[in-house]
């Protein structure tokens, strides 16, 4: 009866170790052994985090690492490679982008394989707030992106944030991509829509600010417009909005 036993919890034992390798491991940190030649800035780029956050969550009081030291790196957690898994399909999955996997994982291309250890962007801290989709974050990171390009992550956070006010407010669309894709007069609300370029493959920042404002951070104090007035004519109507703040080469206006 025990052989019996025994054998059956061995069963159920393999099947579950089984399942489990397939699994993703999720983390709100990892551990990374600081290797030579690095810096906090370059460890901070990689894996599209900030030196600050990396600081405090390794207990580093100046901006000196040497060799062989652990840093913790918050927001990040680890995926184990399941067969048939694409790297597009893995992103996807965690709500990045192809370019940041292989930057976190320093990938010259985009073969990976069944049982390969990734460093993914921790998706506990990657879910639309708000009842918001994987919809919305798609379409919203896409317009900041197009938007603002070269901006300040604040500034990107800003563009994202005139989106969700503009849902928000009985005067536009009540979705994201509606607002995004609104139409007044045969001329599109915003430029990318005509251009093409919303439909380019968003940065990362572009991303993480797409989350950040659905999280409802708005640093527009309640911004229905935003324009750039070296491109935007003295006689546009735009000009006549009350301002609300500043931020990089965008003017945001209620």
């Known amino acids: 009866m025990r052989k019996i036993t025994k054998t059956i919890l061995s069963a159920i034992l393999t ?5 489990a390798s397939t699994l993703t491991a999720w983390a709100g940190a990892i551990s990374y052994r600081v290797k030579s030649g690095d810096t906090l800035w370059g460890i901070a780029n990689r894996f599209d985090a900030s030196v600050a956050e990396i600081k405090q969550a390794s207990g580093v009081a ?3 690492i040497h060799p062989g030291r652990q840093l913790t790196i918050p927001g990040v957690a680890q995926y184990r490679v399941a067969s048939g898994d694409t790297l597009w399909q893995i992103a996807r999955k965690f709500n990045t982008t192809v370019y940041l996997l292989q930057k976190m ?3 010259p291309g985009s073969q990976i394989y069944a049982g390969q250890i990734l460093y993914v962007p921790d998706k506990s801290s990657s879910q639309p707030a708000g009842g918001y989709s994987q919809a919305d974050v798609y379409w919203l990171s896409r317009i900041i992106n197009a938007e603002a390009r070269g ?6 956070i800003a563009v994202g944030a005139v989106i969700l006010n503009r849902v928000n407010s009985p005067q536009f669309p009540g979705t994201i991509k509606d607002v995004i894709f609104q139409y007044v007069n045969g001329i599109p609300q915003f430029s990318p829509v005509e251009d093409g370029t919303i439909y380019m493959e968003p940065t990362p920042s572009a991303v993480k ?12 104090y309640g911004a229905l417009y935003f324009y750039n ?8 109507w735009v000009r006549s909005r009350p301002v609300t703040v500043v931020i990089g ?3 945001f206006a209620k």
Do not use: F, K, R
């Open 15 to 19: 099947v579950i170790l089984a399942v």
């Open 62 to 64: 100046g901006d000196t």
């Open 105 to 107: 994982n320093d990938l």
């Open 151 to 156: 901006e300040s992550q604040l500034g990107q």
């Open 209 to 220: 600010a797409a989350y950040s404002a659905l999280a409802g951070n708005d640093p527009t």
């Open 229 to 236: 007035p070296q491109l935007t004519s003295y006689h546009n």
């Open 249 to 251: 080469n965008h003017v």
